[in-house]
């Protein structure tokens, strides 16, 4: 196949790329700066109507769009909301139209979204069939799935990954409590009760490449591990894999101090399963916590 990526240098991104093409797939790197390989091709995705030469994409078979700002890489500042917001939405937006005006269009679009679709759910487990939540993070994702309109007005089979926190040493949440956890300085959030839907960064893409070919699938899919944890369980796995004690506590007071109303999320969780991946026939290398946390710590790059 011929495949065109957004977000190709990001965490799942960097895996993905070399993944599809030691599968024998030819990829497409979508960038936001000049154009300095063969396999490179410039986008802006806050232009609508002009942000992808839609030449370059001629001959496209399908498109995975993975760009979007860090969520917890900063401080939210309105500033850094807007941001967060337009650069799932924009990009998803401009891919979306592009392809959209293709002949012939891709077959598939598989298009960046998160859990946090789902809200803050509590204890109660929620499916791709589960309504929408509250929350900003909620509000982007729900604007970021319907920015994928035009390509399904377009009859392309499209997927919205409903992606969990992917687990890697070397990116997002893991990387950023790995420091605190090697000191014997780890342990819950707040009270510990919140639902963290993990899976491990190899799942992620096994499971993307796995919907690149299943024809029936298109929509919401959880791209989540069959047995979410809880944020106390998760830091006991996480201190047993480092040899270290998990037992204190950052109280939900100090972390709104620090973290301003992204603190509302961390305290918040979903208890997401993969429903449709499983009934489509996939299966998890790392169904469990400890299994994704000791795949992340093995990690070569």
């Not at 469990?288 to 070569?300: G, K, N, P």
Request: charged share 25%.
């Amino acid at each position: 196949m011929r495949i065109a990526v957004t977000g190709s240098s990001g965490l799942i991104g960097s895996t993905l790329v070399p993944a599809l093409r030691a599968d024998g797939h030819e990829v497409i790197r979508l960038v936001r700066r000049a154009p300095q390989a063969a396999d490179e091709v410039r986008w802006d995705p806050r232009k609508p109507d002009g942000g992808v030469d839609v030449a370059e994409l001629a001959g496209v078979d399908a498109v995975i769009t993975l760009a979007g700002a860090g969520v917890g890489d900063r401080r939210w500042t309105d500033a850094y909301k807007q941001e967060i917001r337009d650069s799932r939405v924009l990009g998803t937006a401009t891919i979306s139209a592009a392809i959209a005006r293709l002949d012939p269009p891709p077959r598939v679009l598989l298009a960046g979204s998160a859990v946090g679709w789902y809200g803050d759910t509590g204890s109660t487990p929620v499916d791709e069939n589960s309504p929408p939540g509250s929350g900003f993070l909620a509000e982007v994702c729900r604007e970021w799935e319907a920015a994928t309109r035009p390509a399904e007005e377009a009859g392309i089979r499209t997927v919205h990954l409903r992606t969990g926190i992917v687990l890697s040493r070397h990116g997002g949440f893991l990387k950023r409590q790995l420091p605190i956890f090697r000191l014997g300085l780890g342990g819950r959030l707040g009270h510990g009760r919140q639902y963290v839907s993990f899976i491990s960064r190899a799942d992620e893409v096994r499971a993307i490449r796995f919907l690149l070919t299943a024809d029936d699938v298109r929509g919401p899919v959880n791209l989540t591990a069959p047995e979410p944890v809880t944020y106390a369980e998760f830091a006991r796995a996480l201190g047993e894999a480092l040899h270290r004690p998990a037992l204190l506590r950052v109280p939900a007071r100090a972390l709104r101090l620090a973290l301003g109303e992204f603190a509302e999320e961390a305290l918040g969780g979903q208890r997401a399963l993969p429903r449709r991946l499983l009934d489509a026939g996939f299966v998890f290398a790392h169904p469990r916590v400890t299994d994704a946390i000791q795949a992340a710590l093995a990690e070569d790059r």
